[in-house]
């Protein structure tokens, strides 16, 4: 197991995806293709964000005051906070590029939507599902800093410091149950506006990219940016399970992973 490093990190957690199923009259819109067929909750760290951050603040400028994308209706979108789903396709290449170049690692969670599963696990509540998410994604990885700044992407109701620390405190609980070791790491966790944040519009970025491949079969830009995501766990894909993480050394390919359901 990986000693405790006496270095700080820090880590970025953001999601993709709705986590709804049911309308309010308990219509099923998973089954009518009304939302997303997943839902998933990732993190990107780094030790140096402020370099990234300069980074990511200097091309904006660079875009602001370039002229080709004067007229492009969603720059004043992109001048504000970068956001995949939003910025133009020259704008995301821009991002992508200067993304694949940065000191960063990626790890996501993916799962599958499936009313039966989620009214019997979740209770059919986006809380707690956010948490359980942020439970597994983090069991296994807080005990390998020291000092460790967390900052979420806010989300409602459901992303609160409070409800977060839970999550983490489950997480750190399993570990402990799991390898018999305490964590001995100082976690601090903060709630933030992506657009505060140039950190959380990365993983936003990434998660775009997993997001494609699961809900289009578009594989692009996951292969772009394969080798700065550590681990996609596809907890939920139980005809391929436990051959559902994807590393860069096991990528993410449509032929390894279970047909997606809707």
């Known amino acids: 197991m990986q000693k405790t490093q006496d270095v700080k990190m820090y880590f970025y957690v953001d ?5 709804a199923i049911m309308a309010r009259k ?5 089954s009518t293709g009304m939302v997303s067929k997943t839902f998933m909750v990732g993190y990107v760290e780094t030790a140096d964000p402020h370099s990234i ?3 990511l603040n200097a091309l904006r400028t660079e875009i602001g005051e370039d002229a080709y994308f004067a007229d492009v209706p969603s720059i004043s979108s992109t001048l504000r906070a970068f956001h995949a789903n939003k910025d133009c396709s020259e704008v995301r290449e821009r991002v992508f590029r200067l993304l694949r170049q940065s000191d960063i690692k990626a790890y996501v969670i993916v799962a599958r939507k499936s009313e039966a599963l989620f009214r019997k696990k979740f209770d059919l509540k986006t809380a707690k599902l956010y948490e359980y998410l942020v439970s597994k994604l983090f069991e296994n990885r807080l005990h390998k800093y020291r000092y460790i700044d967390l900052y979420f992407a806010a989300m ?23 390898w018999g070791r305490e964590n001995e790491s100082d976690i601090r966790i903060f709630v ?38 550590s681990l996609v766990q ?7 399970y436990p051959r559902t993480y994807y590393t860069p050394d096991n990528p993410l390919e449509a032929i390894k992973m279970s047909p997606i359901g809707g």
């Open 15 to 19: 999601e993709s995806g709705d986590p």
């Open 26 to 30: 308990g219509k099923n819109l998973l």
């Open 53 to 55: 951050t300069r980074s």
């Open 156 to 178: 409602g109701n459901t992303v609160r410091e409070h409800t977060m620390r839970h999550a983490i405190d489950n997480a750190v609980e399993t570990f402990k149950e799991k």
């Open 192 to 229: 933030q506006q992506a657009s505060q944040i140039p950190m959380l519009q990365v993983i936003d970025y990434i998660l775009w990219t997993v997001n494609r491949a699961y809900e289009r079969g578009d594989f692009r830009y996951y292969r772009y940016m394969k080798d700065k995501i």
């Open 234 to 240: 596809d907890i939920f894909d139980l005809e391929k």
